[in-house]
């Protein structure tokens, strides 16, 4: 019996290897066609990542760091011009090399620029195109500054969200899920907002958070004052 199966098993492989065989050769020139096509598309890609992208997200992110050194010497505007073609500001960097790291971290820098220049409007609009995935340290920063310049364009409730996108996004970074630096000062931002807004009770639960759950933050020594505020 054991060798009937053995005799059946090679009948049904000699069998499918005669269809497949058939099935080649019936259809031989598609299939070479398909295989070249799939190493075409896979050798353009590598030729592409190698020759294209990685040269060009590495010029960017040399013309980046140029602009960074201004930014920290509080050179704004010029950081957001630029000083000739082998240096352009960040909204031209931010332009040029979308899709790039460097063209991301771009948005967030002329952003902040503007902001630095009481230029709110434009501030938002270059912190919005930030890519806050790519980027989970700076990503918190830049929700909290896009918090600010709604703040300032009196939009209350996109100001609000913004603040606790950046604490989430804060907590999210760190290694122990608690940003006692960030996320505390966000919250603190939003709730004062809510106060402002007649929010009461919105407010008090932020800064209660605030208290229980950031207790290494300096910000929860001083929210008590803040409790006691809104709670009249």
Avoid at 50 to 67: C, I, Q, S, Y
Avoid at 150 to 163: G, H, R, V
Wanted: some cysteine; hydrophobic content about 45%.
């Amino acid at each position: 019996m054991a060798q009937n199966k053995k005799n059946q098993l090679a009948q049904e492989m000699s069998e499918a290897t005669s269809k497949y065989e058939a099935f080649f050769a019936k259809n031989k020139k598609a299939i070479l066609i398909a295989i070249a096509a799939v190493i075409i598309v896979i050798a353009a890609i590598i030729f592409y990542n190698n020759f294209v992208a990685k040269p060009r997200a590495e010029k960017a992110a040399t013309m980046l760091a140029k602009m960074e050194q201004l930014f920290e010497q509080q050179q704004y505007e010029q950081a957001l011009k630029g000083n000739g073609a082998d240096a352009p500001g960040f909204t031209q960097i931010a332009s040029d090399y979308s899709g790039t790291d460097a063209g991301n971290l771009a948005n967030y820098f002329a952003g902040i620029c503007y902001a630095k220049t009481g230029k709110w409007q434009e501030a938002a609009s270059y912190l919005e195109k930030f890519n806050t995935k790519k980027d989970l340290f700076v990503s918190p920063l830049s929700q909290m500054a896009l918090g600010d310049c709604y703040a300032n364009l009196k939009q209350y409730d996109k100001a609000i969200d913004a603040f606790k996108k950046a604490a989430g996004m804060g907590d999210k970074a760190a290694a122990d899920g608690m940003n006692n630096t960030i996320s505390p000062v966000a919250l603190k931002k939003a709730g004062i907002i809510l106060y402002e807004q007649k929010q009461k009770a919105e407010a008090l639960k932020l800064f209660q958070e605030i208290k229980q759950k950031y207790v290494n933050s300096p910000i929860s020594m001083e929210i008590d004052k803040y409790i006691e505020l809104v709670s009249e």
